[in-house]
C-alpha cells in the first residue's frame, strides 16, 4: 500500500518517501514546515488515501502524554459511589481512552496523528518513548497493558517552538515540507480549484509571490492563505486585470486581507506599495 | 557501503546514530527506495537527518559520496541565487576588523572580491561539477573575521551567522535560530522551577475531599485546586561588551532558553560590573536606564536573581568608588551588589570563563568572595549547581 498523493492534496516526491517509508516500516514519522504548508492535512489524506480511520491527538500547552493514553475519571466515579451507582464497582467504566489508545485498539490499522508536539512541556516527547517505539503501555487502574493490534501510521507535527529530545527524534522519520516552488503551487491550486482561468491563476501567483519576497513581513503568507485568497476572488468574482498592472508590487491587490494576517504586516505591505509610487511619479 | 557513507556523516558532524542506520537499511531491505538515487536520497535523508538545518550538511555529504555513480537529481544542485548580493549587508564587526577590511581595500572591494568567488563557484557549477563544498565559508575564513563577522541581511532573522548563510543552499532560507542547542540549558533550567497552584480549579484535591467530606458527615463533597504552574521569578542580569565578546554565543543561548523557561523573568545589562543603574537595551543604554535602587525596590525578594558576566576587569571597578571604566560611579561597585543581596538571599553569578582560570583574575576572586562562593562555572554542569543553590 502506498501513498502517492490524493486528488485534493499534491505530495512531492521525497514526502511521499518519508510517508511509505513511515508506513513501511510502521515507524513515526515527524513532519515540520512553515505554518501552513500542510502538515496536519498530511495525516488526514494519507488517511484518506489508505481508507484507515483516522484518530487525532491535538497536543495542548498545558497536555500531558498520559491525556493522549487514558485519563481516570475520579471525580465522577466519586459522584457516582454517592448515588449508588453499579458501575462504580468497575474502575474501567471511569477510565477514558485517549487518542494513542483508541489508535492501538482499532480492528483495522489506523493513522494516528499528534498535532504540534512541540506546544507542549519540554518532557512531553520524552513520556512517549515507549509508547512510539513497543507500541504499547500500561494502565496502572486496571492493571492491563494495552498492545497495538497493529501498529498505527504515526503523524507527528511539530512547528520548532523547542526542541525536540535526541532520544524521541531516533525513533522517528523526519521530514521538512519545503515551501512549494511556482510549480508545485500550481499543481496545488489546480486540485483545489480545477476550473481556475490559467491567466487569472498565473496573475494571482504572480502577486503571491511577490507578496511574499516582501522583506520584514511579520508571517508570510503560506499555501493555505495563498487558497482562501483564491477562494475570495472567485467568489467575488474579481476580474483578472484587477491583478494587472503595468508596474507589479506598485498595487494593492483586492482582499489582500487574506493573504496577510497581521496588523503591522498590512501596514508594512501598504507603506511599501505607497512609497513605490511616490518613486514613480 | 553504506557503512563508509554512515561514517562518513558522522565525521562531517551530522547527530546520525546506529540506530538510525539500521532502521535506513531495514528500509532498503523493504526495498523503499526502489532502484533510483532520487528515492535512495529522500529516504536516507527522513532516516538519518532530523533537522531540517542539518538539510545542507547531508546534501553534501551524499553528494560527495555518491558522486559519479550517476547523474544527480535535479533538486540536489546548489546554486547562488545572485539575490543574496544585491540585499543590503549588515556588518557586526569589531574595532580591529574594520581596521582589517580597510587594510585590505576597504568593503566594496572585499564584497566585490566575495562577489568574484561567488561568481566563480557558480561557473565550476555549470561546469559540470555540482558539488561545491564548503568553499562558500572561506572567504570569511580568509579574511580573519570572527564566525559573527559579516551578516547578509536575511529576512530580519537576528540569530544567523554568517558562515550559515552562505554555506547552506537549498535550505538557506531555513530558520537556524540560537533555539537550537539549547535544549540541555532549558533542562538544567527546569530544576528551578516551583510549581504553584494558581488560576482556575482543575484538579482534584483529594486532602481537602476527604476532609470536607468526613466534615459534611459523608455526603460528598467534592474539592478541587488549580492546576499547578510554574511560577519562578527570575531577575538576570547580563554583563554585554568588551571581555564579554568571547562569550556572546553561549550567553545567548542561555538567554533564549531562559526567556521560554519562565514566565516571570525581567532581564537587565550592565558593563562590567553592576553600578547604580541598568539598562534593558542596549541600543538605547545611554538613554534608558533603570536605577538598581529602583529595582530593589521594585521586585519583591522572592525573586532570585542570576547574573552572567565573566568578572574580569580591573579590580578598582569592583572595590572603588569612580572605578567604572565608563562613568564616574559614587559609590563602589561592591556596595551595590552586597545591596543586591541583602535584598535578594537567593542570588547566583553564573561565569563564562572557564572555572580552572578564575584564580588568575584578582577580579573574579573578589567578586567570587562577595557571592558568597556562588559563582559557576556557565556550563551544563554548573548550571546545573547553580539551580541547586537558587532553589536550596
Redesign the interface.
Known sequence: MRFTGTDTYVATDDLMMAVNAAITLERPLLIKGEPGTGKTMLALEVAKALGRPLHQWHVKSTAKAQQGLYEYDAVSRLRDSQLGDGRVHDIANYIKRGPVWEAFESGTPAVLLIDEIDKADIEFPNDLLRELDRMEFYVYETQQTVRARHRPAMIITSNNEKELPDAFLRRCFFHYIRFPDRETMEKIVEVHFSGLKRSLLQQALTVFFEIREVPGLKKKPSTSELLDWLKLLVAEDIPEEALHSQDQGKIIPPLHGALLKNEQDVHLFERLVFMARRGRS | MLIEFFLKLKDSGL?V?V??YL?LL??VK?G??GYSV??FY??S???L????SN?DKFDRVFGAYFKGLTALPE?LAATIPEEWLRRQAELLLSDEDKALVESLGGWDKLMETLRRRLEEQKGRHQGGSKWIGTAGTSPFGAYGFNPEGVRI?Q??SRNRRAVKVWDERQ?RN??DSV?????NI??AL?RLRRFAREGAAEE?DLDD?IRSTARNAG??D?RMVP?RHNAVKVLLFLDVGGSMDDHVKVCEELFSATR?EFKHLEYFYFHNFLYESVWKDNRRRNSERFGTLTLLHTFPHDYKVIFVGDATMSPYEIAYPGGSVEHHNEEAGAVWLQRVLDVYPRTVWLNPQPEDRWDYYDSVRMTRQLMGDRMYPLTIDGLDRAMKELTR
Open positions: 547527530p546514530s540506530k538510525e532502521t531495514e528500509a523493504a523503499l527506495p532520487d528515492g529522500y529516504l535523508r527522513a532516516c537527518v532530523k533537522d531540517e538539510y533538486t541581511g529576512d530580519g535550505y531555513l530558520d533555539e537550537l542547542g539549547t535544549r532549558k533542562v527546569k482534584l475531599t455526603w460528598l467534592i492546576e521560554t
